[in-house]
Each structure stands twice: as structure tokens, then as C-alpha cells.
């Protein structure tokens, strides 16, 4: 039977995404719902449709129309709105959990609660607020090392971090004050100190296959300075750790993934399927848990997809169908990393609608288009991350050196970090670890 699969999202992750299916010898057909026009979906795709893919009807029609039997979210915002939910209800099988597994991602409350309730290893201390009260104690109990995140999804400007956005009690309770005032549920939690690092986990609710472990860099200028992103690039090495990281700290996220997905399930009396991201930080005491996002991370899935051998149709059955047992999910042994050029100004006030030129760009596969649209037939910018480049390598080295250059070709008002990947930044990593090990 032929596939016919729905894609959700239209950046470089679902780039990615589509990229993998493409490369399966399946017949298949592929349609994606999409925000902005992105021309290497277009190019894989049967059909791009421009629409509001959070709108149950739109998406379930479309469904339909196209006779979509899988459907694949990339984003956070369909999960949240229930989109995996209406798609089920519809016999289209999703890989992306339902609204209410997804809250692994869209309550920090929610996930800290029931990493407690399970006895999984990796939390802070924390307690949840809707008001001022018990606020001053807790934060004396914390001392310096306190974060504040509004209990939702917030693009990654909800929390702010003692040392970081925060650097007294006085603004730490100003920016609860301000929470509290939009009637916001928030949380506060102790500070870890470490290097942060994503472990994405494929999981059909009963059975994980883990990818290889990602560096993301959050930050938007060389040295990790400048505002928060949605992650300005990411690297991985061939033996699918991290240069930083111990064995032990590989097999601490993979457990934490474990429990949770089990805690889940006997939690809702069902299964997560779907990507099972774990924002990780590697610490003197062991891995800690950060957050939990219900889908790839971007680019950190350019980073794994760009590495997988195994066929990708075949994983998302398995993810629906409950047979992810039955797969040997293989990624190659090579190196990664992957470069976002972003417009002039972003992540605060980014330029728009100016051209941008990739035609020097020596390897197509791998460029990935992000926020870009096609106007008057020219190529532009449509105010985030625009295109991504990754590089495929023995070493991180190696990888980091096509990135840059590739990332270097693309002609128009961008910049991106140069930093990421260098040998530089990754002893960085490596003496941090050292010195507070
Ligand atoms: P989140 O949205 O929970 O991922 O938080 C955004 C960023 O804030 C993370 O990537 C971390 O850099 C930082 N952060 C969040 N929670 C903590 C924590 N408990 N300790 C240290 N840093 C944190
Ligand atoms: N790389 C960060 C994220 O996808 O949320």
C-alpha cells in the first residue's frame, strides 16, 4: 500500500523531516501543511499547503482530502491545540503525542510534578506558584542559584536565570509580581550548573530507540552572548556522545527518558508516541533535567536526521503501531554540525523580505530552508532563522569546517555564529565539565 503522509511545520526541521521520508524506497506521497512557503519542502512534496495547521478542521480536512494515513508534527503548537488528538479521532496515525501527553513540554509544573510523584532521578528542588505567597522563603532556601519559568510554552522567554536575567531576590519577586498579575502559574526551581546537552529518544510508548546526543547553542552571538534563540546551531560526534560527556551520562539520559515515557503511560493509561526530547544538563551530581519537549528539536534534527541509516517510514509505524521493538534504528558514526544564518538583527528586531542568494552552495543536501518565502519569484527572509547547513564529517572538526563554509556562501543580510563547532568552543565545553566535576 502506497504512504500517503501529512507533514506539519514548514521549517527546517520539517525540512529535515521530509528529507527522510523522501530517502525511503517506500512509494509514498507526501503533503505538508505549512506556515510560510519553503521551497526544499515544496520541492519533496506533493503538495505544500499554506493554512493554519493549529485548526482542527483545516488539518482534519486536509486529512482527508489527501488521504493521509500518517501524519508526522513537527512543531509544539499543534500538540498543544490538540492537533495529534483530532487526527487519531480520524484513523490518521500520528506520530506526535496527544494533547495531554504533550504536556511533557507545555507545563514545566506538570513535568516536575510527575518526576517527583514516579521517583525519577534528575530534578531540582521547586515549588509551583499562582501567587507572591511562600515566594521570598523559597527563594531564600534556593540562595543565589534560583530559576524562574511561567508555566507554559513561551518560546524559551519565559524562564530567567539567577546569574543570567536575574540578579537579586528584588528582581527575581518583580517578575513573579508580573507573572502573577497575568495570572500565571510559575515555578521555581534551583539552578544547575553544567553544560546543557539534547538527548531525543523515537518512542512507540513502550519501547524507546535512542539518537545520538546534540550540543544546541541558545544564545545569539559568538562566546554565548546576546539574547535567547531558538538555537543558532548544534554539533554531534561520531561515537554519538558528546566530547564533554561521560558513558554514565549517556546512560542517565536514557534512563530518565525511559521512566518518563513509563511514567507517562501509567500516568494517562496510554502510550507516548512521538519524539520524546530531553533537554539535559550534564552536572557534578549526575544528568539533571531541564525541560521536556514532544518533538524534534530544531536544528538538532537536521543534526540526527541528516546521520540516520535505518528507514524513516518505517520508524513512524513503529512509533503508531507500537512496534519500535522490532526495528534496529541505526544512525552512521560521523560527526555533525549544523550552522542557522539568521537575519540582520534577529532574534529582536530582524530584517524582512530582503533577498537572499544560497547558489553557492556546493552540497543541496545539505542546505535546509527555514523561514524564507518566495516573493516575485526571489527568495527572502521572512524574519527567523533562515536556512540551516550542516556538515557531515569524521570530526566535529572536519564537519565544523564544510558548515562554515557553506554557511559562508549564502549571500543577503545574515549573520550566524562562527564559533560553533570550533575546537575552541568544544575544549570550552570540555574544561567546564572539568573543572566542576
Ligand atoms: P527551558 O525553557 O526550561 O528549556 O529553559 C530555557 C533555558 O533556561 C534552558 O535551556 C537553560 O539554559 C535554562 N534553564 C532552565 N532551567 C534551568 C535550571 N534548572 N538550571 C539551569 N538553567 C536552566
Ligand atoms: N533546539 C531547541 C528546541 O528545539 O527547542
Redesign the pocket.
Known sequence: MKNKILVIGSGAREHAIVRALDRSPYEKEIYCLASNMNPGIAELCDEILIGNFNDHDFVVNYSKETGATLAIIGPENPLENGVADALWGVNVKVVGPKKDLAKLETS?AFTRDLLREYNIPGG?QYQTFNSLAGVTEFLNVLGKNY?V?YDGLAG?KG?K?SGEHLHSHDEALAYCQELTDKGSEFVI????IGE?FSLMSFCDGNTLKHMPAVQDH?RAYEGDTGPNTGGMGTYSDANHSLPFLTENDIVEAHQINTQTAKAVKDKFGEGYRGILYG?F?ATANGVKL??YNARFGDPEAMNVLSLLESDFIEICNGITDGTLDNLDVRFQNKATVCKYAVPEGYPNSPVKNEQINVSKIENPDGLFYASVDIQNGKLVEAGSRTVAVVGVADSISNAENIAEKEVSAIDGPLFHRSDIGTDMVIQKRINHMKSIR
Open positions: 514545566k531540582p530559576v519559568k524559551g524562564v536565570v526551581e534551583e539552578k544547575f546543557e541558545k533537554g544538563m531541564i525541560e
